[in-house]
């Protein structure tokens, strides 16, 4: 079946780390996109890319870098830089940057930072 | 840039009553409005969308009302049942380039 795979679920970080979030798409598509989800904030834009070996910084990229090696791949990286790293991390992908048509999110993934 | 506004944050309803979601936006440029119910361990799906060249588009139970001159656009689920408790999220889109995101609606459909 495609679909997002973000991994891990559930992850924990001590002050000062960085922390890599991944997310795999097995979809074809060529966008993929990193949301943070805040209570009362909704969905902000953190990174998308629209073809391999290119990304966009969205509304809040500050502390975060991405990658984009593969077609399949679109790994988050959350730096110390980051002030406020936890949240609820979702990975999306759609066929193409300029699709009217659905996002396909990933389950999430929350981190905590301890 | 964009900016999505949802009413209420919080819905309860009772089962067979019906649910109203409200959103706004304020950018006239954006031309598409999905909508998304997202579940605990089932991450987040599209329910509904509309574009701006119509008013208002019905999927059974769930329909999508767009005001363009207003600059709102609004869920309705009839005959609410315990399955559609979820988080619904609206969104607004140019093009398909960005999407921005409402801050969501948690609806509980008490039995």
């Known amino acids: 079946d495609g679909g997002i795979t973000q991994s891990p679920k559930y992850l924990f970080r001590k002050e000062g780390q960085n922390v890599t979030l991944s997310c795999e798409q097995n979809?074809?598509?060529?966008?993929m996109y990193w949301y943070r989800q805040d209570p009362g904030q909704g969905l902000r834009l953190i990174y998308y890319s629209q073809i391999v070996n290119d990304f966009q910084k969205g509304d809040i990229a500050e502390g975060y870098s991405v990658s984009r090696e593969k077609k399949e791949s679109f790994p988050l990286t959350v730096t110390s830089a980051q002030k406020n790293p936890t949240a609820f991390y979702l990975c999306?992908?759609?066929?193409?940057?300029?699709?009217?048509?659905?996002?396909?999110f990933g389950e999430g993934s929350r981190l905590t930072v301890l | 840039g964009e900016n999505v506004e949802q009413h209420p944050s919080t819905l309860s309803v009772q089962e067979g009553d019906s649910a109203v979601i409200k959103c706004t936006y304020s950018?006239?440029?954006?031309?598409?409005f999905p909508w998304y119910k997202q579940e605990l361990g089932k991450g987040s799906q599209l329910i509904i969308d509309?574009?701006?060249?119509?008013g208002e588009k019905k999927d059974q139970r769930i329909a999508v009302t767009l005001n363009k001159t207003a600059k709102h656009f609004s869920l309705h689920i009839t005959e609410t049942q315990p399955e559609d408790s979820a988080v619904y999220f609206c969104a607004a889109s140019i093009a398909g380039n960005q999407f921005y995101f409402g801050t969501g609606t948690s609806l509980t459909v008490i039995p």
């Open positions: 979809l074809n598509h060529d966008a």
């Open positions: 950018d006239s440029a954006s031309n598409y």
């Open positions: 999306a992908s759609a066929t193409r940057l300029g699709y009217t048509g659905e996002l396909f």
């Open positions: 509309i574009r701006s060249n119509v």
